[in-house]
C-alpha cells in the first residue's frame, strides 16, 4: 500500500481559510470547535519591508508517526487496509501525550475529551475524490497522492526552478 499525504506550496496560499472550512464541513465539526487543519500566518521581515505568508496544515500521516508511538492506549494505529495513522475513539483517554509530540498539532479533542485528526478524508478517497481541503483550495497550494509521487513532482520543480535560474545568469 502507498503512503498517503499532503504537499503544500507556501507561494500559492492566499491565507483564505477555504481549506479549514471544507474540513469542518466534511467532518460536520460545529464553527466553534476545533478544526482538523488550520492556517498559520508567517511574518517576515521589518517594516517597512515586511512579508505575510501562510501555511496550511493538518495530520501530515507520518511514516514513524510519534503520536502512535507515545500512545499509552495503542489508541492511534496505522490501518493497514489504507495506510492511514487512525484513531480509535474508544480507547483513548484523552491524556494528550499525542499532542504533547505532533510537530503539526494535528492531535485535536472533543468536548468528550476523545482526539480525533485528519483522516485525508479518506472515504472521498477510496471513491475516487480528493479531500476535501485540497478539492476547495482554489489556489491549488495542497495537493494530495502517494508521498513517493508528490516527492517526485517537487523534485521535478525544484530542477525545473534550478534550469530557470541557470538560464536566466546565463544570458
Not at 494528550?96 to 478517497?125: N, T, W, Y
Not at 502517494?146 to 541557470?166: G, N, Y
Request: proline share 5%; aromatic share 4%.
Amino acid at each position: 500500500m502507498k503512503q498517503l499525504g499532503f504537499s503544500f506550496d507556501i507561494s500559492r496560499c492566499s491565507g483564505c481559510m477555504a481549506c479549514v472550512v471544507a474540513c469542518m464541513d466534511q467532518n460536520n465539526l460545529p464553527g466553534n470547535s476545533v478544526a482538523y487543519r488550520h492556517v498559520t500566518q508567517l511574518e517576515k521581515g521589518d517594516y517597512p519591508s515586511v512579508r505575510i505568508s501562510w501555511v496550511s496544515l493538518s495530520c501530515q500521516n507520518c511514516t514513524d508517526a510519534p503520536c502512535s508511538v507515545v500512545c499509552p492506549r495503542n489508541a492511534i494505529l496505522r490501518n493497514p487496509r489504507n495506510d492511514i495513522v487512525a484513531v480509535i475513539e474508544e480507547a483513548c483517554i484523552g491524556c494528550h501525550s499525542c499532542a504533547m509530540v505532533c510537530p503539526f498539532g494535528a492531535p485535536q479533542f472533543s468536548s468528550e475529551g476523545k482526539m480525533r485528526k485528519c483522516d485525508l478524508c479518506i472515504d472521498r478517497v477510496e471513491h475516487g475524490m480528493e479531500p476535501a481541503c485540497v478539492h476547495t483550495c482554489t489556489t491549488r497550494a495542497l495537493g494530495f497522492g502517494s508521498m513517493k509521487e508528490l516527492a517526485e513532482k517537487k523534485a521535478q520543480k525544484a530542477s525545473v526552478k534550478i534550469l530557470d535560474s541557470l538560464l536566466t545568469v546565463s544570458l
